[in-house]
């Protein structure tokens, strides 16, 4: 089994800035995409970034230029340093992997519990 865990939420002020982790334990051949999705009061989970396994990046239009992802691929964790946050940016923040367990089998995508991200203003 895999299990990903993220830390590094809390409360920050608007214009201030936070950096994620999410860490990924257990039976584990590889990892490929890795990605952050977050999820406001009363709607629904919304994509964030993604990092793949050759580096690229992709984010969501709200984030571009705020947000960078990167990852550790031999600690299996991905970074959300999220700069100049704002009041909509408040959410719960989850990471999510695509894991190989076993060469040759399907990889599986896996969730984190969520951290939450308060901005003020």
């Known amino acids: 089994q895999v299990q990903l865990v993220e830390s590094g939420g809390g409360l920050v002020q608007d214009g201030g800035s936070l950096r994620l982790s999410c860490a990924a334990s257990?039976?584990?051949?590889?990892?490929?995409?890795m990605d952050w999705y977050r999820q406001a009061p009363g709607k629904q989970r919304e994509y964030v970034a993604t990092?793949?396994?050759?580096?690229?990046?992709n984010y969501a239009d709200s984030v571009k230029g705020r947000f960078a992802i990167s990852r550790d691929s031999a600690k299996n964790t991905v970074y959300l340093q999220m700069n100049s946050l704002k009041p909509e940016d408040t959410a719960v923040y989850y990471c999510?992997?695509?894991?190989?367990?076993?060469?040759?089998?399907?990889?599986?995508?896996?969730w984190g519990q969520g951290t939450q991200v308060t901005v003020s203003s």
């Open positions: 990092i793949n396994s050759g580096l690229i990046t």
């Open positions: 999510s992997m695509v894991v190989t367990i076993t060469s040759g089998r399907a990889a599986v995508r896996y």
């Open positions: 257990g039976s584990i051949f590889s990892i490929g995409a």
